[in-house]
T-cell receptor, first 116, second 111 residues
Framework: SAVISQKPSRDICQRGTSLTIQCQVD?????MFWYRQQPGQSLTLIAT?????????ESGFVIDKFPISRPNLTFSTLTVSNMSPEDSSIYLC?????????????FGPGTRLTVT | DQQVKQNSPSLSVQEGRISILNCDYT??????FLWYKKYPAEGPTFLIS?????DKNEDGRFTVFLNKSAKHLSLHIVPSQPGDSAVYFC??????????FGQGTELSVKP
């Protein structure tokens, strides 16, 4: 089955800095998404990463804070900018379509971010 | 506005018995429902799904039931095994194709 990987798996960052998280899939996919899971909370969709165009952000999330790139059908990045301790979360990418069943999203292993 | 709710934050079951995890939703336009299992330090793993036009879907030890009139779905695991201990999330797909997740239920299966 197709593999979804994320880098880094975890990081500890200073407030005010930025971190870029990579998501790589070993087959082409139609849809890629970015989620956040804050401590003790559920998964919240940040944005849909659109190939070749700007990402579509959910309410409460903005491009200046969470810029996203998706240069092709197998790769995407999420940057967490100007970090504060409130950004400490697990960040997850997910994929849907092409090599995966329609209507079912499959998740990467996540990036655990701690901001001090 | 919590559109998908899992009202039980935790559940403890004896090995070999049935585990029943529940999920309620408010939006009658959801067209697809999914269950995910999550271990600590890992991403959620897709378990089983059901279309809104069905009322039951079974895959091995896992069965999902959907009651549209009650806006309720449940996941049955039988027999439960210690390796099933994890956090289980239900999710509903809206008309825009986005998943809305519940808060999760932590299942503990005791030997």
């Amino acid at each position: 089955s197709a593999v979804i990987s994320q880098k880094p798996s975890r990081d500890i960052c200073q407030r005010g800095t930025s971190l870029t998280i990579q998501c790589q899939v070993d087959s082409q996919v139609t849809m890629m998404f970015w989620y956040r899971q804050q401590p003790g909370q559920s998964l919240t969709l940040i944005a849909t990463a659109n190939q070749g165009s700007e990402a579509t952000y959910e309410s409460g999330f903005v491009i200046d804070k969470f810029p996203i790139s998706r240069p092709n059908l197998t790769f995407s990045t999420l940057t967490v900018s100007n970090m504060s301790p409130e950004d400490s979360s697990i960040y997850l990418c997910s994929v849907e379509g092409e090599g995966f069943s329609s209507y079912e999203q499959y998740f990467g292993p996540g990036t655990r971010l701690t901001v001090t | 506005d919590q559109q998908v709710k899992q009202n039980s934050p935790s559940l403890s079951v004896q090995e070999g018995r049935i585990s029943i995890l529940n999920c309620d939703y408010t939006n009658s336009m959801f067209d697809y429902f999914l269950w995910y299992k999550k271990y600590p330090a890992e991403g959620p793993t897709f378990l089983i799904s059901i279309s809104s036009i069905k009322d039951k879907n079974e895959d091995g030890r896992f069965t999902v039931f959907l009651n549209k009139s009650a806006k309720h779905l449940s996941l049955h695991i039988v027999p439960s095994q210690p390796g099933d201990s994890a956090v289980y999330f239900c999710a509903a797909r809206n008309q825009g194709g986005k998943l809305i997740f519940g808060q999760g239920t932590e299942l503990s299966v005791k030997p």
